[in-house]
């Protein structure tokens, strides 16, 4: 079974509008973490927002927001004021419980492309 | 900037090669983790170290290998290399490898197999 699944293959957005791109999990661990990052197409993946599944509080960093709904197990990223430069692929990510050894894997999904309009 | 340094950018070589794929972490990053990422799996975790040893693995062929150095720095080695292998690699490091701690990814490798 899919531990992440992101439902939007693509997504438009017009400049300057919000856009939410979604993500729901799968798990049983009742310590978790969310991550989003954002690969645009020269390649890199960048860090963007990461939520703990104990925060109280939405993570915010800068236009990015985490909404994030336990009981529905959804991790939806809110890109506020888009800009042009927010086109990209962006993946979420959830890291569960250690593992034997004590690592933490973040597992990926399949990644939403978002194009922003001017 | 990641502060996440990969060598070579892009790699293309025949099947039935060896390649060795470098990997340099953020300065007082102790983990390092790789990932191969392709249009078919998505992106796949290989196997993560944490100073010099090896602390997970996943999805490697055992036609991979890896290693973390001393001096942290990481290789990852594919061997016998067949055109699925063909993908961009990715190394990511994190400072304490605990379950808050993002990854931090370099720009990748991407491999190319003819």
């Known amino acids: 079974a899919q531990k992440i699944t992101q439902t939007q293959p693509g997504m438009f957005v017009q400049e300057k509008e919000a856009v939410t791109l979604d993500c729901t999990y799968d798990t049983s661990d009742p310590s978790y973490g969310l991550f989003w990052y954002k690969q645009p197409s020269s390649g890199e993946m960048i860090f963007l927002i990461y939520?703990?599944?104990?925060?109280?509080q939405n993570a915010t960093e800068g236009r990015y927001s985490l909404n994030f709904q336990k009981a529905r197990k959804s991790a939806n990223l809110v890109i506020s004021a888009s800009q042009l430069g927010d086109s990209a692929m962006y993946f979420c990510a959830m890291r569960e419980g250690p593992r034997a050894g004590g690592s933490y894997i973040p597992t990926f999904g399949r990644g939403t492309s978002l194009i922003v309009h001017p | 900037d990641s502060g996440v340094t990969q060598t070579p950018k892009h790699l293309i070589t025949a099947t039935g090669q060896r390649v060795t794929l470098r990997c340099s972490p953020r300065s007082g990053d102790l983990s390092v983790y790789w990932y191969q990422q392709s249009l078919d799996q998505g992106l796949q975790f290989l196997i993560q170290y944490y100073n010099g040893e090896e602390r997970a693995k996943g999805n490697i062929l055992e036609r991979f290998s890896a290693q973390q150095f001393p001096d942290l720095h990481s290789e990852l080695n594919l061997s016998s290399l067949e055109l699925g292998d063909s993908a961009l690699y990715f190394c990511?490091?994190?400072?304490?490898?605990?379950?808050?701690?993002?990854?931090?990814f370099g720009n990748g490798t991407r491999l190319t197999v003819t």
């Open positions: 990511a490091s994190s400072d304490r490898g605990t379950g808050d701690s993002p990854l931090h």
């Open positions: 939520q703990g599944s104990y925060d109280q």
